[in-house]
T-cell receptor, first 116, second 109 residues
Framework: SAVISQKPSRDICQRGTSLTIQCQVDSQVTMMFWYRQQPGQSLTLIATANQGSEATYESGFVIDKFPISRPNLTFSTLTVSNMSPEDSSIYLC?????????????FGPGTRLTVT | AQRVTQPEKLLSVFKGAPVELKCNYSYSGSPELFWYVQYSRQRLQLLLRHISRESIKGFTADLNKGETSFHLKKPFAQEEDSAMYYCALAGAGSYQLTFGKGTKLSVIP
């Protein structure tokens, strides 16, 4: 399984500002994803980070609010833009390796964001 | 649309008692089902997947297509099993996971 790190692990931000979260994987992976876990809720997929092209967003999430970069097969960033208290969540990145015959994912430790 | 339902938000059992965490799904094709676990202060990690039919830490889960269920079972609960458990579904040929809301298992000593 891949080893995934995220930075920062937590942050407290003021409304109206933006925060960029980094996800680093110790090996090249095909698929990278970003999830949000709001307090007391389950994980919701925000988008699939595509290497070399625009991310694929799920319903309810837009690029202007959550711009994503994936410059190579081991790194991705998620930016939470123009934050409001409703953006307070844990943001997780996950990876999957295509061609393994299964669709399991491995998760990073998460970034706990509090917006005041 | 695919959906995963975990009807119990919290489940408390005594140590040594059997455990069953329920998971029901809605999907028109042949899904791949997973159980993920998150121990206190640890990251979310894969516990088991239906395709491998394995037993991990004494837990098993059988996919019942007739009842569209994938319940997680363990015959004798241990204190270290206390954690948050999430059932997840991947549609055929897809890497996108749909998660249930999770069940918090508390094993009472």
């Amino acid at each position: 399984s891949a080893v995934i790190s995220q930075k920062p692990s937590r942050d407290i931000c003021q409304r109206g500002t933006s925060l960029t979260i980094q996800c680093q994987v110790d090996s090249q992976v095909t698929m990278m994803f970003w999830y949000r876990q709001q307090p007391g809720q389950s994980l919701t997929l925000i988008a699939t980070a595509n290497q070399g092209s625009e991310a694929t967003y799920e319903s309810g999430f837009v690029i202007d609010k959550f711009p994503i970069s994936r410059p190579n097969l081991t790194f991705s960033t998620l930016t939470v833009s123009n934050m409001s208290p409703e953006d307070s969540s844990i943001y997780l990145c996950s990876v999957a390796a295509a061609g393994t015959g299964t669709y399991e994912q491995y998760f990073g430790p998460g970034t706990r964001l509090t917006v005041t | 649309a695919q959906r995963v339902t975990q009807p119990e938000k919290l489940l408390s059992v005594f140590k040594g008692a059997p455990v069953e965490l329920k998971c029901n799904y809605s999907y028109s094709g042949s899904p791949e089902l997973f159980w993920y676990v998150q121990y206190s202060r640890q990251r979310l990690q894969l516990l088991l997947r239906h395709i491998s039919r394995e037993s991990i830490k004494g837990f098993t889960a059988d996919l019942n297509k007739g009842e569209t269920s994938f319940h997680l079972k363990k015959p004798f609960a241990q204190e270290e099993d206390s954690a948050m458990y999430y059932c997840a579904l991947a549609g055929a040929g897809s890497y996108q996971l749909t998660f249930g809301k999770g069940t918090k298992l508390s094993v009472i000593p």
